[in-house]
């Protein structure tokens, strides 16, 4: 009999526990959603009774990336105003499908709430889709620069040195990103910031993996919820030449697809030498 109550207790204990930290990823969601713009003024160093202008830009390889990787923090930018731009530096011509990979980036933005306007896709011969090349950074660095000189960007969104999944081409933009920032070349009033890789268990275990993003530091975390997440399904499913069967598997259990967070890659002017 005691046994039996024991249990019983036991299985009340580990629902209560599960309803408590269900409740906690509710209430944080709802604390990120009332704080998201003072947030932004924050990251963007603007006095909370100033105007919030982000002209954001997210720097990706390959068409997909935007949405498998930032589509939590496009949709909060959108949702906040912000003027968001996509830099993609391939076409994702790997399997030689550039043309179709170009024409389903443009669908899954739109769905994203960046018009083609604001989207620009780069085909160099140097800045292959190909996890195997070594991308030039002073080629990499040049592209971004440029593109944030002529549309005055004054945020920009990129991978870490691990770059999510570990692909080279991911890598390369972070360290194009890192030596922008240590050279000096985009102005100082424009944030870099590196999307947050984090390990195999807290990749995969979808939006129960928020309290711990709210709980680490980070510069910056865009969270969404069960509309976002349609949104975020929506544009995924444009990509359709790469909705392999462990891509669904993906959009199911990647808490890329309801978090991100960031770290701020600061801007620090080195001393150059040239010889």
């Given amino acids: 009999m005691v046994t039996v109550t024991v249990k019983i207790m036991s299985l009340y204990l580990v629902i209560l526990l599960v309803l408590a930290y269900v409740a906690w990823i509710k209430w944080i969601y709802y604390q990120h959603r009332r704080s998201s713009v003072n947030l932004l003024k924050h990251v ?11 002209r954001a830009l997210v720097v990706t390889a390959h068409p997909d990336d935007e949405c498998m990787f930032f589509a939590p923090t496009i949709i909060r930018l959108v949702e906040s105003n912000a003027t968001v731009h996509l ?3 391939s076409e994702g011509n790997y399997y030689n499908q550039g043309a179709q990979r170009r024409r389903e980036l443009l669908s899954s933005c739109a769905v994203l709430g960046i018009p083609a306007s604001r989207v620009t896709i780069i085909n160099h011969r140097n800045l292959p889709d190909d996890p195997s090349a070594e991308w030039s950074v002073s080629l990499t660095s040049s592209a971004v620069v440029k593109y944030v000189s002529s549309h005055s960007i004054n945020m920009v969104l990129t991978f870490d040195g691990r770059g999510v999944s570990g692909h080279a081409n991911h890598v390369a933009i972070h360290k194009a990103v890192r030596h922008l920032a240590s050279t000096g070349e985009v102005p100082k009033d424009c944030v870099l910031l590196s999307l947050v890789t984090v390990g195999l268990f807290r ?3 979808s939006f129960l993996e928020l309290p711990l993003s709210w709980l680490l530091p980070s510069h910056l975390c865009c969270v969404i919820g069960t509309q976002g997440y349609k949104r975020a399904k929506d544009a995924m499913m444009c990509h ?7 891509r669904y598997l993906y959009i199911a259990f990647s808490r890329y697809m309801f978090i991100n967070t ?4 600061p ?6 030498k040239f010889y």
């Fill in 240 to 246: 359709r030449s790469q909705l392999l069967w462990f």
């Fill in 262 to 265: 960031f770290q701020l890659i």
């Fill in 87 to 89: 830099l993609c530096l």
């Fill in 203 to 205: 990749k995969y275990i």
């Fill in 44 to 54: 963007m160093n603007i006095s909370s009774d100033g105007e919030t202008d982000v």
């Fill in 267 to 272: 801007q620090e002017l080195k001393s150059l």
